[in-house]
Structures are given as C-alpha cells and as structure tokens.
C-alpha cells in the first residue's frame, strides 16, 4: 500500500543553496538535498485502485507554470520546534493550485486536510532541540537572498512508511502548461 502525496520538485542549484545551511543545531536530522519537495497535499496510505484513480485524475488539473520564492528560514512547532523549514512565499498561482488538488481528494472520498497550507521545504526534522538551539541557528542562517525557480510541473510522490525524511520517489509529474 502506497503512501502518496503531491508536491513541487525543488531544482538542484536551489537545493544546493539550501543544503549549504545544514549544520549547526543539536538534534537536527537533516534531510537530504535530493528529497527536498513542497508538499502540495498529503493524501495517505492508499490502496493500489485508489492509487491509480488519483494518478490519471490529477492529469485533469490544467494550469500555467508559476513562480516559486524561497524566502528564508523559520521552524514549526513553537517552543517545542519540530522542523526548520524554507519559507515558500504564498503566491496565488500556488495556492490555487494547491486548493484544486485539495477538493479533487475530497471528491474521490479523503478526508479535508487537517492543517492548514504552509507551503514550506523541510530542511530537518528536530527531537529535544531546544527553542533557544532553533532561535540561535535562524539568526545565523535564517536570512538568505531569496531564491527564485518556475515550477513547470507538479508530481505524485510515494515513500515508504517511516518516521520521515525520504526516500521520495516520483511515481508520476504534471506538466503545468495551460
């Protein structure tokens, strides 16, 4: 049984840039460049019918290509961070790509996401950080010049069970073309 979501590849030279900020904060698991994404809509452990029928639904989805800006870093969680994330600037084009793929998974029966959208990159997940460690290391490394790509296409990733982090593989892309 699969676990699946959508989400927007990170290209490699903007993923240099953020790996280059790894480092540095006890407690941190770093995740690696290569499975850095911007998660548009988990959607679960699916079965394989259930699975097909949202890979060939999601071709539906006809937009144009848009600009993505990575804008700094922050953390989830409060006093008890759970991640540092890249911020990813809420464009419209984003959201609205995102609020598409939200209602296509309500109408084939998932339940409403539970959080609301927060488009970010997660460089590493945190356990016993301390809010002070997390503070100390954002007024380090949280600024950089923003960095800015054009998503082209959208993907359906698979992981496997785990506590998080990767393996992602891209089980099928969407070209953004409208």
């Known amino acids: 049984m699969p676990r699946l979501f959508t989400g927007l590849e990170i290209p490699?030279?903007?993923g240099q840039?953020?790996?280059n900020l790894r480092g540095g904060l006890p407690g941190a698991r770093w995740i690696d460049p290569e499975n850095y994404h911007v998660?548009?809509?988990f959607i679960g452990d699916i079965d394989g019918a259930s699975a097909?029928?949202?890979?060939s639904m999601l071709f539906r989805v006809n937009?144009?290509?848009f600009e993505v800006k990575v804008r700094g870093l922050t953390s989830f969680g409060g006093r008890k961070p759970r991640a540092v994330v890249a911020a990813i600037?809420?464009?419209k084009p984003l959201i609205e790509l995102q609020a598409e793929l939200e209602r296509m998974m309500q109408r084939i029966g998932l339940d409403p996401e539970g959080r609301k959208f927060i488009p970010h990159v997660t460089l590493?997940?945190?356990h016993d950080a301390s809010d002070q460690d997390v503070a100390d290391y954002l007024s380090l490394r949280g600024y950089f010049p923003s960095k800015v790509f054009t998503a082209e296409r959208f993907v359906l990733f698979s992981s496997r069970a785990s506590t998080g982090g990767g393996p992602y593989v891209v089980e099928d892309s969407?070209?953004?073309c409208a």
């Open 12 to 14: 490699a030279e903007v």
């Open 17 to 19: 840039t953020l790996s």
């Open 39 to 41: 998660t548009l809509r």
């Open 52 to 55: 097909n029928e949202i890979a």
């Open 63 to 65: 937009r144009k290509p």
């Open 89 to 91: 600037e809420p464009s």
């Open 124 to 126: 590493a997940r945190l």
């Open 174 to 176: 969407y070209d953004l």
